[in-house]
């Protein structure tokens, strides 16, 4: 499969999503802790020295001194972390055993600063005071120091904790994202079943609206839609067929039959010839259908005039008449032609449609009355209606006469060489130029027409 | 006049073979593609008729084939009747080209519009038995009575008369009286030659218009027996 499915997309989004949160509050959060722990030896030591700094101040005598060595004592055995230390040029005013390498420090700068010991792996946060002389006692340095070894593991625990919540965080997300994408999109896999179920010829069916979200809502009206057009040709498609082979039965029947009736016995030269003219007719009649079909069937795949050429419809109109003529003669009906317009035709295709428009009126009025076509320029296209006075046509049949093998009166069978496509071939020709046929029964006249983009 | 018919549908190319030899014409056949081309290459033809579906090497290929050699004019055959089809057989070289089912009538008008001479000259007087049409000045005279006729069925009369004996297809005959070239509902070539016919052959003992039914319409003097 080239795609993934939209479960897994949306839930790999998700984790995507968490990742970005959790790495943003995890990142502040991160910040705001490590500021706040940074801070945390500094004030340590301040408080204990604090505590401690009048006591050392005020003291000046060895017995006094032992007290707060003791005091040191108890402070550092009870807090593991702190440690301090005394400086001073007597060892007896001095402290915490200070080495050659604090007594270095010891002498540096005032203030908080950092010392790293040997075999320690992080700093201390060391404050270095000063004391001056008081009575015995000469001046001292006082070195309050806390281990910050116990701030950083913190640290670095946090940033643990952090990040393995934060992966535990996204991991739960994509499969929750996953769970609920699946639920937001079981209307669609309801859908998508509901949708195979509409296969021919059971192409009624539609899909029900009502249960689903609205986002589907278009969705469902397209698909529908749709399904109505399908429908639409596919019984078009049915009727078609039946009527192709209806048409096509009785030329042949007649073909068969006669033909095993002429060969039963035998016949005279005459008769032979007869039978042959015969089926000539009826092959005649055969294959007149198959070409207009084929015609029909070009038009349906697609097919589109392209030899269009620039012409007055009137004088196209003219040419059919002139065609028609001897029948119109013989049906003693006369045709008025008003106005005129120039589209793009192809002139061979407009002339067959004209033929079958105006021959159709001429069949379908009585003798002595008048047929009028009318030309007119509409601006974005121009139309030919050919109006014949006649008995009216229900309004059921009329969106349908256009249609193939289609006859108001299904009774009629017609074994001339009017076969039932004459309009249906007007039709594809409209088609064909990108045009669209309309019909019209009203006040006693019928009219059937073409209208051609211009 | 010689014919070659490359087709490999035997009842196809059986009757065009009589029916081509009866019209006067030398015909050989070929089943197949590639025998065709060879006799089309060894042998001079005044035209070949090539169906496109053929075994072996098909109708386009025999064609370009020919083509690179001769100019022999050739009709093509297709059971496909599309546009493409038409153009791919025509650009390959094809004179003609005409899709199944075709009548055989037109293929045989069409056999003789490829082989007719150029430059021959169209005669401007016709006379068949007591018949006399002048084509300039578009009268008909009949037993020395001039025929009264419209424009349209002077027009008709004339396409008959300059092919006398020869069967005419309603199809062709709309073709050339009104350049109508497709089926149409409308019978108008009948109604017109029963008009014709009335003016023609009505008060006259001999009749020179014959329906042949089925077929078409052919204008002959035949012998009364």
Do not use: C
Not at chain 2, 16 to 35: C, F, N, P, S, W
Not at chain 2, 63 to 74: G, I, Y
């Amino acid at each position: 499969m080239s795609t993934n499915s939209i479960a897994l997309r949306l839930s790999g989004m998700f984790a995507l999503v968490a990742l970005l949160v959790f790495m943003l509050i995890g990142w502040a959060l991160y910040l705001q802790v490590d500021k706040g722990l940074g801070l945390l030896p500094e004030a340590e030591v301040d408080a204990r020295y604090s505590v401690l700094e009048s006591a050392v101040q005020r003291y000046g005598t060895p017995e006094h001194w032992a007290k707060i060595n003791t005091k040191l004592k108890l402070l550092s055995e009870e807090d593991k972390r702190l440690r301090f230390w005394v400086v001073s040029d007597n060892p007896t005013y001095e402290f915490g055993d200070p080495d050659a390498e604090i007594r270095a420090f010891a002498k540096g700068p005032l203030g908080m600063r950092d010392l790293n010991l040997s075999g320690h792996d992080y700093p201390f946060k060391v404050l270095v005071s000063q004391f001056p002389a008081k009575d015995q006692r000469p001046p001292l340095r006082f070195l309050t120091a806390v281990d910050t070894e116990t701030f950083w593991q913190t640290q670095h625990s946090l940033l643990v904790a952090l990040i393995s919540l934060a992966a535990v965080g996204i991991l739960l997300a994509s499969a929750l994202g996953y769970w609920v994408a699946r639920i937001g999109l079981k209307p669609l896999t309801e859908l998508s079943l509901e949708a195979r179920k509409l296969t021919p010829p059971r192409l009624s069916g539609r899909l029900k609206l009502s249960h689903l979200p609205p986002e589907l809502d278009q969705f469902v009206t397209s698909f529908n839609s749709t399904l109505d057009r399908v429908e639409q040709a596919y019984s078009r498609l049915e009727s078609f067929n039946a009527d192709v082979s209806h048409e096509l039965r009785s030329p042949l029947t007649n073909l068969i039959g006669q033909t095993q009736v002429a060969l039963t016995r035998g016949r005279s030269a005459e008769h032979y010839f007869e039978v042959l003219q015969s089926n000539l007719e009826e092959l005649e009649r055969l294959r007149s259908i198959i070409n207009d079909m084929l015609f029909l069937a070009s038009a349906d795949q697609g097919s589109k005039a392209t030899q269009l050429t620039q012409a007055s419809l009137a004088q196209e109109v003219a040419k059919t008449l002139d065609y028609l003529d001897f029948i119109m003669e013989d049906a003693q009906v006369q045709v008025e032609v008003r106005g005129d317009a120039n589209a793009p035709i192809e002139t061979a295709h407009l002339r067959r449609a004209l033929i079958n428009l105006l021959h159709n009126a001429v069949q379908h009025t009585s003798p002595g009355q008048l047929i009028q076509v009318d030309i007119r320029d509409e601006g974005d296209h121009v139309s030919i209606g050919v109006t014949n006075p006649g008995a009216p046509i229900a309004g059921e049949h009329l969106p349908k006469l256009f249609e193939r093998f289609y006859r108001v009166d299904a009774s009629r069978s017609n074994s001339g060489a009017n076969h039932g496509l004459g309009l249906a071939i007007v039709k594809a020709i409209a088609l064909m130029h990108g045009g669209t046929v309309f019909v019209r029964s009203e006040d006693g006249v019928n009219t059937f027409g073409i209208n051609l983009p211009s | 006049m010689r014919v070659l018919i490359i087709e490999d549908e035997e009842k196809t190319a059986d009757y065009l073979h009589r029916g081509l030899t009866e019209q006067g014409y030398t015909t050989d056949v070929a089943r197949e593609g590639i025998e065709g081309l060879h006799m089309a290459l060894e042998s001079e033809y005044a035209v070949i008729i090539l169906d496109v579906m053929l075994p072996g090497l098909d109708g386009y290929g025999v064609l370009r084939a020919l083509r690179a050699r001769k100019q022999t004019p050739v009709i093509m055959l297709t059971a496909r009747e599309n546009v493409d089809d038409r153009i791919r057989g025509l650009r390959e070289g094809a004179d003609d080209y005409l899709g199944k089912p075709f009548s055989f009538l037109e293929l045989v008008a069409r056999l003789q519009a490829l082989t007719r001479r150029s430059g021959g000259h169209e005669p401007v007087q016709i006379s068949v038995a007591d018949l006399w049409i002048d084509l300039i000045s578009r009268k008909a005279m009949r037993g020395g009575v001039r025929l009264d006729l419209t424009a349209k069925e002077f027009s008709l009369l004339s396409v008959l008369a300059r092919r006398q004996g020869e069967i005419l297809s309603k199809t062709s005959i709309a073709e050339m009286v009104w350049d109508v070239n497709f089926d149409s509902d409308a019978n108008v070539v009948e109604v017109a030659i029963k008009r014709l016919r009335a003016k023609l052959d009505g008060p006259f003992e001999q009749k020179l218009l014959h329906t042949i039914r089925g077929m078409g319409y052919v204008l002959e003097s035949r012998r009364v027996d």
